[in-house]
């Protein structure tokens, strides 16, 4: 039976590929035009069109997805939005669906892949951590973006966790940001994604459920960097376990 499963889910996962790259190319056009708009509604309207994208994906791959708590985002706030990370699914799954406009801190490499490398810009303030340069140009992008009214999303894990633990150590980043700007943090989970495409199995990919949870807001006020940190991650922790137990 084991067997059986590890052909099927080597097979979907061509599947997968070969229609994600088929929507991609459908969608593409569209998204690209929104570089012609002005943001925040550019990023907006480049997010819906992504939205749509990621919905007839999943739809192919026999993937659905759930999002919760989507009234915890006040409107005029330009919130730090702090996801999990178990597997490459997690990035199609937050940015289209977090409410309103965002971007993400993405590796700069990515932009050197042909023409998708165009469309991962959009969405992104890009960052080479090799380069403390870089690292600085890239916080006072994250902070000209929650000034221009739309949301940071950041994986404060960095990495996908391979491990056995519900989450590896956070990185400081989201959470000085948080504190230099003001900007409050909505801690969000996402379940299941470890299960649909494991980081530690290539070319794996079975069909399932999937949710995202966005979590009340965490305000910076009267808190360390560190303090913020702890908090956020507590939080996210105990909800995950939770979760995952039922």
Request: aromatic content about 12%; some cysteine.
């Amino acid at each position: 039976m084991r067997l059986i499963k590890n052909i099927f889910a080597r097979v979907w996962a061509v599947w997968g590929l070969i229609t994600f790259a088929a929507t991609f190319l459908l969608f593409f056009l569209p998204s690209m035009a929104t570089y012609l708009i002005p943001n925040p509604r550019g990023q907006a309207i480049f997010l819906r069109i992504a939205a749509i994208w990621m919905r007839v994906w999943l739809t192919l791959i026999g993937c659905t997805l759930k999002v919760r708590g989507k009234e915890n985002f006040k409107k005029g706030i330009a919130y730090i939005v702090t996801c999990n990370h178990n597997s490459f699914m997690d990035v199609p799954l937050s940015c289209p669906f977090i409410p309103g406009a965002n971007r993400t801190i993405a590796k700069k490499s990515f932009t050197k892949v042909p023409i998708f490398g165009w469309y991962y810009a959009k969405g992104s303030v890009l960052v080479d951590r090799k380069s403390e340069q870089s690292r600085r140009k890239s916080f006072e992008l994250m902070l000209q973006t929650l000034r221009e009214g739309m949301h940071m999303s950041i994986y404060p894990e960095g990495t996908r966790n391979r491990t056995n633990e519900p989450l590896k150590k956070f990185y400081d980043g989201a959470f000085k940001l948080s504190v230099a700007s003001g900007a409050p943090i909505i801690p969000s989970v996402i379940f299941n994604t470890k299960k649909i495409l494991p980081p530690n199995k290539p070319m794996y990919l079975v069909p399932g459920p999937m949710e995202i949870h966005f979590l009340e807001p965490i305000e910076p006020a009267n808190l360390s960097s560190d303090e913020l940190k702890d908090k956020v991650f507590e939080v996210m922790k105990n909800y995950y376990v939770a979760g995952t137990s039922k």
